[in-house]
């Protein structure tokens, strides 16, 4: 077993020291490692630094105040300042499949494997990193805004950065009463 697997935990408050470029490699080499069937690496992974982050914050918040009208500028103020919560962010976006053998929720798994790997790598390279989602992950302009197609499924935000905060030391559940085992 793998120490980074038990060492990885959301880490939402991190340092704005920017990532340098080859670290940032590495963390998308490492997703691109991940499991596929039919080899078709449907992952998509979009890096958000620096002022990108600023542009993603305002679609944030016209997505909010279009699905909650009414919205205090306080509360639009606090969407548009998410992603500035780190100083990365890749996000990653999932390929419909258009070979016939290729089945959706197979991409969806395999980017979401590929997700993982870049988390775990982040381990490696001393980074924390948190993977999010949120209201408007999956609105259309958001998706427009990182190239997606409308249809393209956006897993995750994942925020990366120097850790601000110690690491944390929760152990957590066991396997036990998530597991059956079928042996006959
Ligand atoms: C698909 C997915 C979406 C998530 N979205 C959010 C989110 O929007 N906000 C958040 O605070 N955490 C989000 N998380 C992180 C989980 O809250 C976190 O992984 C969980 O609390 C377990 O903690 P750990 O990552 O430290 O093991 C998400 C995790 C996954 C896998």
């Known amino acids: 077993m793998s120490d980074i697997i038990f060492q990885r935990h959301s880490i939402p408050v991190v ?5 340098p470029r080859d670290t940032i490699e590495l963390l998308l ?4 490692q991940a499991p596929n ?4 690496r449907p992952w998509r992974f979009i890096v958000l630094e620096g002022t ?3 542009r993603l914050g305002d679609i944030f918040a016209q997505v909010l105040s279009d699905q909650h009208p009414g919205l205090s500028a306080e509360a639009l103020a606090k969407e548009r300042a998410k992603p500035l919560r780190a100083p990365l962010i890749i996000a990653v ?3 419909v499949p258009d070979d016939p053998r290729v089945v959706m929720l197979e991409n969806i798994c395999a980017a979401a494997a590929a997700a993982e790997n870049i988390l775990l790598e982040a381990v490696v390279q001393g980074l924390a990193g948190m993977w999010r989602t949120g209201a408007p992950a999956n609105d259309v302009r958001v998706k427009q805004f990182l190239g997606l197609q409308p249809e393209q499924p956006m897993i995750a935000f994942l925020y990366i950065g120097y850790p601000a905060v110690g690491p944390k030391t929760e152990v957590r559940p066991s396997f036990e009463d998530r597991t059956v085992w079928m042996s006959e």
Do not use: L, S, T, Y
């Open 15 to 19: 340092k704005p020291d920017p990532i």
């Open 29 to 32: 080499n490492a997703g691109a």
């Open 37 to 40: 069937h039919h080899r078709v």
């Open 52 to 54: 990108a982050r600023e």
């Open 93 to 95: 976006g999932v390929d």
